[in-house]
């Protein structure tokens, strides 16, 4: 134990986690430093320089010891204990008004300061507590008396309670405040840990058969008793006169069978003799530091709790649970001592260390290949659903695999929630660890953990969410006028219309501007401003999920953002918040587009571009894509399409009941509506597809697919659409769904995106099991066979020498990809800017087309976003209230850009630090003080 008096202890216990304390208080005050006010922004300064001073000197006091070899004297232990004690302690007490209530907690409240006081100043007072240990310890074991140190450890609480609950109502109250308590609780706490490690160490020294039984006493109690007892007091909802274990602990989530299975095991680790056979002693030792981890994983969530240590014993009496680690951690590390010291007589140092090194590692290593392995298989998941590649046939996932990360992910989720007193119910670090690692320090949203337990599991528990907008009510918010201006450019024959909006809220209440609008496809927007007060905001564009996390999170505080960003295909999503009552509002649009046209917003007919310049259009044309021009195509000759019959079979988990049912309905579509049989094909779909040819009256061979997992129609569609534009195909497909439930249309919003690639539409229909008809999803139809209602389809096509394009029969031009490839490193410098927003739609086309490719791609394409200044599909213009906002908006986009294109942010902000959940801390001082208040000890 004499090792600790070396000076790299010094380095380890206060050097690094000051480093990283300053690091993390640099980030948390760089982020809201704008908006603070100038008392805050002093108190910042004054702990900050105080951190910087106490490190700096204790690290050269360090380097001056290792130079002359010498150790750490109770001088340096007693001036840093007190030092760090009062910087901790003054912190903690002033970071309410170094975190003022005006910072929305979504981006940082002064529980954060709290978490990094407790976190990295105690290992500092902990080593100077052991150094005093150490030094007042007689050489001698058999000259030290362990009854010095049992009872101060008795007298300590009795004393902390007579003190307050007798002795301070005769005092003054004027002076006996917070200050005075958080100096009281940080004196007894120091007096008690120090008493407490002292006896721990005087009684592991000491020497004798009673000493011996002693030793393992306390291993016993510190190593088996009481942590399996904390932990099914943790674990336990108290219910009455019932304990019901739940797993929704107060200190985080310890209920996994684990973690009592690894308390027994290294309880009875730390009760094996220490026998003087060379090889038992060898196993012993690799067992001890096996499960050397779990004690000091343990030491690590409570440390920040061991000012309170004391206090909980007075109050609650099971506060002793709390210090339950601290002693654990004493014993465990004197044991792998006395083993190391034992076995460096028989075997080399250095085998010894390293097996020691090994041994530590395995578990935590272990973890690490588990997660990574959730990762891998999470990450093919979310590939196969959300960014397919559609020429693989089978999906190369385990769904078991899977439904354990889904389960995981809910678990999480659900105890995400704050309790009376003692906040999130997580498992401290364990859950960040294993979220960094699987995630990327991001989320997956509830609608994806939903759509992947549909398609992969069958079910959900998690209800359907709408969608990322919600339609304004005229009659609540209404646009008063939109008034349009446009700018012509000669070079490049393109305009730039911008729309000035005054909206105006007719009710009493705040309310949200929320509508949405369809660009026409020579369209894309290419600057928003929001007026703030009578400030004109520019919009900032940003990345599309880091804009919206924003939005949602200031709107949830009611300041000023305002929002655009897209949907579905061209359709645009526009927000405003908040409206008072009869408030009205100014805010403006710019849109960049080749054409004259119609756009409409809120049943305004608003005219984009200006007549007046209107020349002889003409094809434009590059390497990625081709623009068609109204007037061109108009005079394009149509040409006569063929459709060929899909049929697409349900075959998700318990549909096997409807083998027979699915083969009549499919024959008797196929007679009713004169369909040709030799053009017919079929999916059979789970989340996989077997896909048959099929004639009329045959039997389908149903044993190709197994009835598992949830129905993927929308993987099925895209996937035939897609074959169908790059493999050129004559004949357009004309997709029926057979499935026992509803289909509803709003469930394909998303192949919007892709009818581009079917110029002739896309044509989908169910079957009802209950009538003879089918209905069409997202479309007028009236029950006309098919055959007839399809046989007449006429399409125009562009033909030239080296390709040929069909384009639908709209008044509006056609941007289209001329081939199945892109350059998405293609410079944008030599196009103008309109030709620069068509290669940002032609970009999301050809991630439509080939979803394999957006992790590779999106970034790149996101860049030339910002580069240009226009909105893709990826991207969003935001307009925010304050600095400290725009720096929040900054790292959660950087955040994101870092992580998968898959993958989410956090629906609800976790702005805290690594677990555990610290709200214990503010919440059991703020119960402390009602108490306190309550029997008269405060005013």
Same mark, same amino acid.
């Given at each position: 134990m ?6 790299h !202890?010094?380095?380890?216990?206060v ?7 300053l690091?993390?208080?640099w980030?948390a005050y760089?982020?809201?430093d704008s908006?603070?006010?100038m &008392?805050?922004i002093?108190?910042w300064k004054y702990?900050g320089?105080g951190?910087? #001073?106490?490190?700096?000197l204790?690290?050269?006091y ?8 010498q150790k750490v004297?109770t001088v340096?232990?007693?001036?840093s204990l ?7 302690a003054?912190l903690?007490?002033n970071a &309410?008004i170094m ?6 907690e979504?981006m940082l ?15 500092a007072?902990l080593?100077?507590?052991?150094i $005093?240990v150490l ?8 000259q030290?008396?362990? !009854?010095?140190n ?9 004393i902390?309670y007579?003190?307050f609950?007798?002795?301070i ?8 405040g917070e200050h005075?308590?958080? #100096?009281?609780i940080?004196?007894i706490?120091?007096?008690f840990?120090f008493f407490?490690?002292?006896?721990l160490y ?5 020497r004798?058969r009673e000493w011996?039984y002693?030793?393992?006493i ?5 190593g088996?008793i009481l942590?399996?007892l904390?932990l ?6 108290f219910?009455?006169?019932d304990f019901?274990?739940?797993g &929704?602990?107060?200190?985080? +989530? ?5 973690f009592?299975i ?5 309880g009875?680790?730390?009760? $094996?003799?220490n026998t003087k056979?060379?090889?038992s =002693?060898w196993?012993?030792?690799i067992?001890r530091?096996l499960t050397l981890?779990?004690?000091?994983y343990?030491c690590l ?9 004391v206090?909980t #014993? ?8 709390l210090?339950v680690p601290?002693g654990?951690?004493?014993?465990? @590390?004197?044991?792998? !001592?006395?083993?190391?010291?034992f076995?460096?007589?028989?075997y080399h ?6 097996t020691f090194l090994f041994?530590?590692l ?6 690490f ?10 990450n093919k998941? $979310?590939d196969?659903?959300?960014?397919? +590649?559609?020429s693989i046939?089978?999906?190369n996932?385990h ?8 389960r995981a992910v809910?678990?999480?989720r659900?105890?995400?929630r704050?309790s009376?007193f ?6 401290p670090y364990?859950?960040e ?5 699987v995630f990327?320090?991001?989320s997956l949203s509830n +609608?994806?953990?939903a ?9 959900t ?6 969608r ?8 609540q918010i ?8 446009t700018?012509?450019f000669? &070079?490049g ?5 911008t729309?000035d909006f005054?909206?105006t809220n007719?009710t009493?209440f ?7 609008f369809?660009?026409p496809?020579d369209?894309?927007?290419?600057d928003y401003?929001l007026?703030?007060g009578?400030k ?8 599309k999920?880091?804009?919206l996390?924003?939005?949602?999170q200031?709107?949830s505080?009611r300041k +000023? ?5 897209y949907?579905d ?6 927000r ?7 408030e009205t ?5 710019? #849109?960049i ?15 984009? @571009?200006d007549p007046s310049h209107?020349k002889?259009?003409?094809i434009?044309e ?8 109204s007037t ?6 149509p040409?006569?399409?063929k ?5 697409i079979?349900?075959c998700?988990?318990?549909k ?9 309905k ?15 094909k079929?999916?059979?779909l ?7 040819d099929?004639?009329?009256g045959?039997p389908i ?7 598992e997992?949830?129905y993927f129609?929308?993987r099925?569609?895209? =996937?035939?659409?897609?074959k ?15 499935s026992?439930?509803?289909i509803?249309?709003s469930?394909?919003?998303?192949l919007?995106n892709y009818?581009?690639f079917i110029p002739?539409g ?7 099991f ?7 999803? @997202?479309m007028h139809y ?5 055959y ?7 399409t ?7 390709y040929?394009i069909?384009l639908?029969p709209?008044?509006s031009?056609?941007l ?6 892109f350059?998405?490193?293609q410079?944008?410098n030599a196009?103008?800017e309109w ?8 970009a999301?086309?050809?991630?439509k087309?080939?979803?394999e490719?957006t992790q590779?791609?999106?970034l790149s394409?996101?860049k ?6 226009i909105m893709s599909p990826l ?5 925010v209230e304050?600095?400290?906002q725009?720096?929040t908006?900054?790292r959660?986009?950087k955040?994101?850009?870092?992580g ?6 956090e629906e609800?902000p976790n702005?805290?630090m690594d ?6 801390l503010l ?5 402390? $003080?009602l ?7 405060i005013?």
């Open positions: 004499h090792n600790l008096l070396k000076p !202890w010094i380095f380890i216990c050097t690094i986690p000051q480093l990283i304390f690091y993390l208080f980030d760089t982020l809201i908006d603070l006010e &008392e805050s002093q108190l702990y320089a951190m910087i #001073i106490l490190s700096l204790a690290t050269i360090a380097s001056f010891l290792s130079f002359r070899n004297s340096y232990a007693v001036t007190i030092s760090f004690s009062i910087l901790m003054t903690v007490l &309410e975190i003022p209530r005006s910072i929305p979504w409240n002064s529980e954060i300061l709290y978490k990094y006081a407790l976190t990295f100043y105690i290992p007072c080593y100077s507590i052991l $005093l030094n007042s310890v007689n050489p001698d074991p058999d030290n008396n362990n !009854w010095k049992i009872i101060p450890l008795i007298l300590i609480p009795g902390t007579l003190v609950a007798a002795g109502p005769f005092v003054n109250q004027r002076y006996f005075t308590m958080m #100096i009281f940080t004196f706490t120091i007096i840990i407490l490690l002292r006896g005087i009684t592991s020294i000491k004798g011996k002693a030793n393992k306390w291993a016993l109690l510190l088996i942590p399996l904390g099914y007091l943790n674990n336990s909802n219910s009455g006169s019901i274990n739940t &929704e602990g107060v200190f985080g +989530d310890f209920s996994h069978p684990l009592y690894l308390c027994i095991f290294n009875l680790f730390l009760l $094996l003799p056979n060379q090889a =002693r196993a012993f030792f067992a530091s981890p779990f004690t000091l343990f969530v409570f440390i920040p709790m061991l000012p309170l240590g206090m #014993i007075v109050v609650f009496g099971l506060g002793l649970l210090l601290l654990l951690t004493f014993i465990h @590390g004197q044991s792998l !001592w006395k083993d190391y010291q076995l460096k007589t028989f140092p250095l085998a010894v260390k390293l041994a530590v395995a578990f935590p290593l272990f973890m290949l588990t997660f990574k392995k959730d990762r891998v298989q999470l998941a $979310l196969y659903i959300f960014e397919p +590649d559609f046939e089978e999906p996932f769904t078991g695999s899977i439904r354990r990360v889904l809910k678990t999480q659900s105890n995400r704050n009376i003692f906040g999130e119910r997580l498992t364990l859950t660890w294993y979220q960094n690692i990327d320090r991001m +609608d994806k953990i759509k992947m337990e549909r398609i992969l599991l069958g079910n528990t998690i209800p359907p969410t709408s990322v907008f919600i339609s304004s009510s005229s009659d209404k646009v008063d006028t939109i008034t349009s201006t700018e012509y000669k &070079e024959d393109y305009y730039k219309t729309l005054t909206i007719q009493d705040m309310r949200e501007y929320a509508t949405q369809e660009l496809e369209a894309m927007i290419s401003y007026y703030v009578d004109k905001e520019p919009g900032i564009l940003s990345e999920r880091s804009a996390w924003i939005y949602r200031i709107t505080r +000023d953002p305002g929002i655009l960003y949907l295909g061209n359709e645009v999503g526009f405003v918040f908040p409206f008072n009552n009869k509002r100014k805010t403006g649009i710019e #849109i587009h080749k054409e004259n046209s119609t756009l409409t917003i809120d049943g305004i007919e608003i005219l984009l @571009g209107t002889e259009q003409e434009i590059n390497e990625n894509f081709i623009y068609v021009p061109i195509k108009n005079k394009l000759n040409t006569l399409r459709p060929y019959y899909h049929f079979v349900d998700s988990e318990h096997e009941t409807y083998q027979s049912t699915y083969t009549e499919i024959n008797e579509i196929m007679r009713m509506n004169f369909l040709p049989s030799q053009k017919a079929i999916s059979l789970n989340y996989d597809e077997v896909l048959l099929h004639e009329a045959a061979d149903f044993s190709r697919q197994a009835f997992g949830g129609l929308e099925a569609l895209k =996937r035939a659409i897609a169908h534009f790059t493999e050129k195909e004559e004949e357009y497909p004309v997709f029926i769904l057979i026992s439930k509803k509803y249309s469930e394909l919003s998303s919007k009818e581009s002739d896309i044509h989908i229909y169910s079957a009802d209950n009538k003879k008809e089918l209905s069409a999803l @997202g009236k029950g006309d066979p098919l007839s209602k399809h046989k007449n389809v006429t125009s096509v562009l033909t030239q020498p080296s040929s069909a639908p709209s008044s031009g056609n289209r990809l001329k081939a199945n490839t350059n998405p490193d410079t944008l196009l103008n030709e620069q927003a068509m290669y940002l739609k032609g999301n086309l050809y991630l087309l080939h979803p490719k590779t791609h999106w394409f996101v030339k976003s910002f580069e240009t200044n991207t969003s213009f935001i307009v304050t600095e400290a725009r720096e908006l900054k959660k986009q955040e994101v850009l870092e998968r294109s898959t993958f989410d942010l609800t702005n805290s677990e555990p959940a610290f709200w214990f919440s059991f001082a703020l119960l402390l $003080l108490w306190f208040r309550k029997k008269g000890i005013a």
